[in-house]
């Protein structure tokens, strides 16, 4: 999928820069520069969509290109929105709190055209289970180091997939980008050709 080299991932996630690259199409990379931190009232989808579209807008400020996505993820358990953990007690907290119960995974995404000032964002959602946990595995993987950068402190592409029991909805979703939706919103904006 050709692009021009008219996109740019307003994202310095490599996952999300593998997840893209997996499809075909053509990016440049760089890491918006936004606060993310839950405004009063706000939902999970309105948290991960606002900061979706605050990057993106951040990114189109200061580098040349036409369109641009940005993403944010984050797992709701039990009614808590969790980003990335502070340290490792919140890691082993939030990896307790998820211990043998299903959780959501949402991710934001917002495709935006500097062009036309228009922009498509939508959020994604994705139902997780996981098995219930020991204490040995909860150290274990924190010991990786792997919690924390990852919302919920887990990467199910990595060293926690062997803590999900199941998934409902789309893997790339839980990875960090719901390629799929991003993909049909490149097309639909006019980024991508057929």
């Excluded at 080299?5 to 053509?26: D, F, H």
């Excluded at 989808?45 to 900061?51: D, K, Q, T």
């Excluded at 036409?66 to 358990?77: K, L, N, Q, W, Y």
Aim: glycine share 12%; with cysteine.
């Amino acid at each position: 999928m050709a692009s021009g080299g008219r996109i740019v991932l307003a994202s310095a996630s490599p996952r999300r820069v593998e997840l893209l690259a997996s499809a075909g199409v053509e990016f440049a990379v760089h890491a918006g520069d936004v606060t993310e931190e839950v405004l009063p009232g706000e939902t999970p989808e309105g948290h991960v969509v606002r900061l979706a579209r605050e990057k993106a807008l951040n990114v189109a400020a200061r580098v040349a290109g036409r369109f641009f996505i940005g993403a944010d993820t984050v797992v709701v358990c039990g009614g808590e929105i969790m980003g990335k953990p502070k340290d490792g007690a919140d890691a082993e907290r939030m990896l307790w709190k998820l211990s043998g119960v299903a959780h959501a995974v949402i991710t934001g995404f917002a495709v935006y055209d500097r062009e036309r000032d228009d922009a498509i964002s939508s959020a994604v959602t994705t139902r997780v289970i996981f098995k219930s946990l020991r204490d040995e595995e909860i150290h274990a993987y924190i010991a990786t180091g792997c919690p924390f950068d990852k919302a919920g402190a887990y990467a199910i592409q990595g060293g926690a997939a062997h803590m999900v029991q199941r998934i409902d909805g789309s893997y790339t979703n839980v990875v960090g980008l719901p390629l799929c939706e991003v993909i049909e919103a490149l097309r639909t904006i006019g980024a991508l050709g057929e």
